[in-house]
Each structure stands twice: as structure tokens, then as C-alpha cells.
């Protein structure tokens, strides 16, 4: 049994998990909108309803930016990347004792939703998620770049900024976002992050490769 993870506020954690069988839960557009409107209703600590009575009331959430910090939110997120079959989170935890309430809420919401639009029963996910510490400066760089290259390295898309389902374009493209909103990142020029990420994207699909080629 895999030991339970202690979450402390202020610590960073790498989140990711898989759908079950390799299943492309997130390869739709919708369904990737999906999945960060909940990430985004979710992490408000004054929600006292689910989404999908939300959405029956109001009709529509205005969702605007993942990155864009919230009034009383359970995570601050540093950066992410949605895929076809999983997706990576880099997020701040604020709220210890709710965090894993919170992943639990989006994930058991996306599985309703997903199991009602395709009639299906049955878990979404593989397991539950995983979380990794990130114990320095330069782990952090390096798994933000990691996640924003994953599309790459998948073999999805030739350039990290044509994923729409992720925050490499914020960074590379919005002026003063690094020194004023993700501010955990030590890398503050937009330019420099964007080198920093696109000259290892060659490596990270030999890694790939070379990773699958021991597997299998």
C-alpha cells in the first residue's frame, strides 16, 4: 500500500493522475474545458454546491484563467498541462487539511460527468493521484518545463505554445506574468523561460524513447 502523503501549507507538489486503461478521457475540447472549470470552481473554500447544480442554476461559469489567484482558494497553481489521457498539475498547497478534498471533488465530478455523457459506469481513474514534492528552486524549473513540454514529447504538437490546454502560453506570452503572478519561478523573462523549455525538448522525447525502449 502506497504511504499516504502529508500535505504541509506552502509546500509545491507535482499532481498528476491517469485514466484508467489508458482511457482518452481528456482528448475532447469540451471535456478538457470541463476539467478546469472544475479545477477552478472547486478551489474556492465558500462553495457549498456541486457543479452541476451550479450550472442548472446559473446556467454558465465564467471561467477566466487557472493561474489567476482566487479569494479563498485551496491551491495556489504555478503551472499545468492537460493530455489525452491524464493531466499534470504544479500547484502551491494553501489549505492542508482540505487539499486532497479538493482533488477528490474535481475528480469525482469530472467522473459523473464523463460517465453520463458516454453512459458508461464505473471508475475514471486509474488510481489515486499521485503527488511528488518539489524540494528546490531548480526542481521546480525543471518540472514546469517537464509538464509544458509533455505534448511535445508525446508527439502531439511541434511547439509547446500551440497546446491550448496549458499554461506554457501564459508564460511565454503575457509581460510581467512571471515576476507578478508566478512568482515561485525563478526564471523571470518570458524569453529566457521559452529557451529554457524549447532547447531541452529534443532530450525529453530521446529520454522518452529511451525509457520505452527499456520497458518494453
Not at 506552502?10 to 499532481?15: D, F, S, V
Not at 486532497?100 to 465530478?109: F, G, P, R
Not at 502531439?156 to 512568482?183: M, P, Q, T
Request: charged share 30%; glycine share 2%; aromatic share 16%.
Amino acid at each position: 500500500m502506497r504511504r499516504k502523503e502529508i500535505f504541509k501549507d506552502g509546500e509545491l507538489y507535482h499532481i498528476l493522475n491517469r485514466s484508467i486503461s489508458g482511457f482518452n478521457i481528456l482528448k475532447d475540447i469540451n471535456n478538457c474545458w470541463r476539467f478546469l472549470e472544475l479545477l477552478d470552481y472547486y478551489n474556492n473554500r465558500l462553495v457549498d454546491c456541486s457543479f452541476s447544480r451550479f450550472l442548472k442554476e446559473n446556467n454558465k461559469y465564467q471561467y477566466e484563467n487557472l493561474l489567476i489567484p482566487k479569494e479563498f482558494p485551496f491551491v495556489k497553481f504555478i503551472c499545468f498541462s492537460l493530455m489525452p489521457t491524464h493531466y499534470h498539475l504544479l500547484l502551491k498547497i494553501l489549505d492542508e487539511n482540505n487539499f486532497s478534498y479538493y482533488i477528490s471533488n474535481v475528480e469525482n465530478s469530472f467522473s459523473r460527468f464523463f460517465n453520463i455523457k458516454f453512459k458508461r459506469k464505473g471508475p475514471l481513474w486509474e488510481s489515486r493521484f499521485r503527488a511528488v514534492r518539489i524540494k528546490s528552486e531548480e526542481q521546480l524549473l525543471h518540472v514546469s518545463r517537464y509538464i509544458h513540454l509533455n505534448p511535445v514529447t508525446d508527439y502531439l504538437i511541434e511547439k509547446a505554445e500551440d497546446w491550448k490546454f496549458s499554461s506554457y502560453r501564459d508564460f511565454i506570452n503575457k509581460k510581467g506574468f512571471l515576476n507578478e503572478i508566478i512568482s515561485e519561478v525563478s526564471i523571470k523573462n518570458p524569453k529566457t523561460y521559452q529557451q529554457f523549455v524549447e532547447n531541452q525538448k529534443d532530450y525529453q522525447r530521446k529520454l522518452k524513447m529511451i525509457k520505452k525502449t527499456i520497458l518494453e
